[in-house]
T-cell receptor, first 110, second 113 residues
Framework: DVKVTQSSRYLVKRTGEKVFLECVQDMDHENMFWYRQDPGLGLRLIYFSYDVKMKEKGDIPEGYSVSREKKERFSLILESASTNQTSMYLC?????????FGSGTRLTVV | GDSVTQMEGPVTLSEEAFLTINCTYTATGYPSLFWYVQYPGEGLQLLLKATKADDKGSNKGFEATYRKETTSFHLEKGSVQVSDSAVYFCALGRMDSNYQLIWGAGTKLIIKP
């Protein structure tokens, strides 16, 4: 069964910490995405990547960066976490047939 | 720009009731339309899709018809079960944007036994 795996289901971090959210897919997909999900706002695209070492800003990139050193891994980085980055983070990968999502990481910044 | 509007939730129904979750869109041209479902504690899964006007997508007893004249893609099910409790997202995708998706806000569905 194809999978997108997010390394943590729940994280609690302090304001100002550098936070890494990891996502790994085993489907050899070229396209990978990071979204945040907030009640009433749906999914908002943070960053996406079409290939190794390539990245594109989504709709809300401020305060985030990403890394794609290998095809299967797409990391989201919060350089200095703030309380307004408390959210559910969803990673996805995509091929011509559609998207596959990970189970999400619920991040709380205190 | 493109946008998707869903009815606000939560929607609460009794088991075996008829379900409609409204979705309308604003877009030029001919986008593809999708419904995704998110069960508690899980990521999103594709429920059904339609790629052109008058197409009907269906899966697990759910249906939605791509209506270009009303720019709608309403999700329906004839008899819901407690296991259908989830958050449902309507989304729009374009081939010319490499099928990046524009998402609705999501509708939480609660089914009571």
């Amino acid at each position: 069964d194809v999978k997108v795996t997010q390394s943590s289901r729940y994280l609690v971090k302090r304001t100002g910490e550098k936070v890494f959210l990891e996502c790994v897919q085993d489907m050899d997909h070229e396209n990978m995405f990071w979204y945040r999900q907030d009640p009433g706002l749906g999914l908002r695209l943070i960053y996406f990547s079409y290939d190794v070492k390539m990245k594109e800003k989504g709709d809300i990139p401020e305060g985030y960066s990403v890394s794609r050193e290998k095809k299967e891994r797409f990391s989201l980085i919060l350089e200095s976490a703030s309380t307004n980055q408390t959210s559910m983070y969803l990673c996805a990968s995509r091929n011509n047939y559609g998207y596959t999502f990970g189970s999400g990481t619920r991040l709380t910044v205190v | 720009g493109d946008s998707v509007t869903q009815m606000e939730g939560p929607v609460t129904l009794s088991e075996e009731a008829f379900l409609t979750i409204n979705c309308t869109y604003t877009a030029t041209g001919y986008p593809s339309l999708f419904w995704y479902v998110q069960y508690p504690g899980e990521g999103l899964q594709l429920l059904l899709k339609a790629t052109k006007a008058d197409d009907k997508g269906s899966n697990k007893g759910f249906e939605a018809t791509y209506r270009k004249e009303t720019t709608s893609f309403h999700l329906e099910k004839g008899s819901v079960q407690v296991s259908d409790s989830a958050v449902y997202f309507c989304a729009l995708g374009r081939m010319d944007s490499n099928y990046q998706l524009i998402w609705g806000a999501g509708t939480k569905l609660i089914i009571k036994p």
